[in-house]
């Protein structure tokens, strides 16, 4: 099982930015992404990546807003933030899966992190 640590979250004002991070560590997980559970909803994907960039996928809500990176040597995923909504707030986790098949189903992701809280005011 490989291990996931997400920091970055904090409370920002609509339109502002955020940076989140995840650190892996125990293993390699050929796709990461995230996904992001809000007060009384489920949880739902946020964007995701393979390997090696060649494939990327993000949620219609966040097109054109977040940008989803990583650092395979450094074996970091980075989700950039921006134009932040207050309907973005939510626990965002950071989410993983050995297979390199990009998937935006929460079934499909075996190695979660324990989340990080991003609230934006408006």
């Known amino acids: 099982q490989v291990q996931l640590v997400e920091s970055g979250g904090g409370l920002v004002q609509a339109g502002g930015s955020l940076r989140l991070s995840c650190a892996a560590s125990?293993?390699?997980?050929?796709?990461m992404g995230w996904f992001r559970q809000a007060p009384g909803k489920e949880r739902e994907f946020v964007a995701a990546?393979?390997?090696?960039?060649?494939?990327?996928r993000y949620a219609d809500s966040v097109k054109g807003r977040f940008t989803i990176s990583r650092d395979n040597a450094k074996k970091m995923l980075f989700l950039q933030m921006n134009i932040l909504k207050p309907e973005d707030t939510a626990i965002y986790y950071c989410?993983?899966?050995?297979?390199?098949?990009?998937?935006?189903?929460?079934?499909?992701?075996?190695?979660w992190g324990q989340g990080t809280q991003v609230t934006v005011s408006s």
């Open positions: 989410a993983g899966r050995t297979r390199n098949i990009v998937a935006v189903t929460l079934s499909d992701y075996d190695n």
């Open positions: 125990g293993g390699t997980l050929l796709v």
């Open positions: 990546m393979s390997w090696n960039g060649g494939t990327i």
